[in-house]
């Protein structure tokens, strides 16, 4: 098959939260598997695209926009093109927000018209990137109005969208409607884009795919519910037989403690030499004081979603237990200044590092006894999942794809981590202490880390459900699998 991944980040060039890693190695693990996939992907700045040494480069326009493209072969069967022009090339930031954190007031504009830009220009003779693909797989809500344009100027393309979070909608007004040329008749709630008084780019995907996926079984059932539809569990109830759950995989390759590049030291599931050298040097790096209790770490945004203030609640009773504690990452000001307070109420005990760092993510993965996640909800979740590789064992809310990758192991003989609920302190706390009583057996320890680090979370085995449905609709078969 040819299909067309048209997404926003993509790892390591372009990187907000687990979207770039997604993007990166299902597209890696689908052309792996014989599958030609062309990335698409709008790059914000005038220092993109990024080169690759090696790689086979052409450039060109698309149709009659002003949107360009160039294109960067990976392989014989992975193809990225990166695509600039107004509204990207001319500003400085992320995909959707400035280089100040200011999220872009015309970012529905941007996309929607990129959106319009790529869907006529696979009508048009002569698309200078290639022919017109079998398939259209598309993230999020800056895409969900390409599959609008592709059934609107009937384009014989099926489509798939993951929905990565619901709780982004892409909300614009009726005046952005008009300003993007949409037909009038869409703006309505029913078999439309209307959403409350505005419009939502992600109803436009969720209304015209073809076929619906998200990142987690749990996800899917959770996203019918009023508690984690965000409004839309209306539409998605009536897209039941389309939507179907696939749990995000990850590249063994890039994160492997047999091999990765970033650690001091290397180790596998029989010697765990190396992560104790991994642990000794984090903790010197980062100038923790001594303890003889666990090394516990946070990576990730920090966002209401992620629950960080739940850890920031208990952080003074872990320290208590002399515990150290390593958070990494970005997100709200407001958050990030409560966390940035923890390190100056307990010098020594934890250290906080307000960036987006990828060898300080893999050094703190391998280097950590036990992985924080008490997020609030979690369509699926990497970090456990790269901490299970790693032999760190995850202590998580248990919801999402938290649920299904992680089994608790006081309550499974089979178990992986440890989960809890409520969403609420005091039982994140005691997760956290059930975790510590094992972290002190060290025979049940070695049991548990050898088990997780055995756990096959490749994208080998999780891409096949994707190739399935797009084999069905190719097939003109609506029965995909749910």
């Not at 990565?164 to 078999?191: C, I, K, V």
């Amino acid at each position: 098959m040819r299909i067309a991944f048209v997404t926003t980040e993509l790892a390591p060039w372009i990187k907000v939260g687990g979207l770039a890693d997604v993007s990166a190695s299902l597209a890696r693990a689908l052309s792996a598997l014989g599958h030609t996939v062309q990335i698409l992907i709008p790059v914000t700045g005038p220092d993109c695209p990024p080169r690759s040494a090696g790689a086979v480069e052409r450039s060109g326009s698309i149709g009659n926009s002003s949107f360009v493209w160039h294109a960067t072969a990976l392989s014989s069967h992975l193809e990225i093109i990166w695509i600039g022009g107004v509204g990207f090339s001319d500003r400085r930031g992320g995909p959707y927000a400035s280089s100040t954190g200011e999220e872009w007031p015309d970012g529905v504009l941007r996309y929607g018209r990129l959106c319009e830009a790529l869907a006529r220009a696979w009508i048009s003779p002569g698309n200078e990137w290639g022919p017109r693909p079998d398939l259209v797989h598309v993230h999020d809500w800056p895409t969900g109005l390409l599959l609008l344009w592709i059934r609107t100027l009937g384009i014989p393309i099926p489509s798939v969208l993951t929905i990565h979070n619901l709780a982004y909608p892409g909300l614009f007004s009726r005046e952005s409607f008009d300003r993007l040329g949409l037909p009038p008749q869409f703006w309505q709630a029913q078999g439309g884009l209307e959403f409350y008084g505005s419009g939502s780019a992600l109803k436009a995907g969720l209304v015209f795919a073809d076929h619906l996926t998200t990142v987690s079984p749990s996800y899917a059932r959770e996203i019918l519910t009023p508690a984690f539809g965000h409004g839309l569990e209306g539409v998605l109830e009536e897209r039941v037989n389309d939507l179907t759950g696939i749990l995000n995989g990850i590249d063994p390759e890039i994160w492997s403690p047999v091999n990765d590049p970033h650690l001091p030291s290397h180790y596998n599931a029989l010697d765990l030499t190396g992560k104790q050298n991994c642990r000794d040097t984090l903790i010197k790096r980062l100038h923790l004081a001594p303890s003889n209790g666990p090394l516990a770490a946070f990576i990730g945004r920090f966002t209401e979603q992620k629950g960080v203030d739940l850890l920031v609640e208990i952080a003074p009773w872990l320290i208590r237990r002399n515990w150290r504690l390593v958070l990494l990452g970005r997100g709200a000001p407001d958050i990030e200044q409560r966390v940035q307070d923890l390190p100056r109420h307990h010098p020594g005990a934890i250290q906080v590092m307000i960036e987006q760092s990828e060898p300080w993510a893999h050094l703190i993965e391998a280097g950590a006894d036990l992985f924080l996640m008490p997020s609030r909800f979690e369509p699926c979740g990497l970090n456990q999942q790269y901490s299970q590789r790693y032999g760190t064992l995850p202590i998580v809310h248990a919801v999402g794809g938290l649920i299904d990758t992680v089994r608790d192991a006081d309550q499974d003989a089979d178990g992986t981590g440890f989960r809890f609920e409520p969403h609420t302190a005091e039982s994140f706390f005691s997760a956290c202490l059930r975790a510590e009583r094992a972290w002190s057996d060290s025979h049940r320890w070695l049991v548990l880390v050898r088990r997780v680090m055995q756990i096959d979370c490749s994208w080998q085995a999780r891409a096949q459900p994707y190739i399935q449905i797009y084999e069905r609709l190719l097939a003109g078969r609506p029965d995909a699998p749910s």
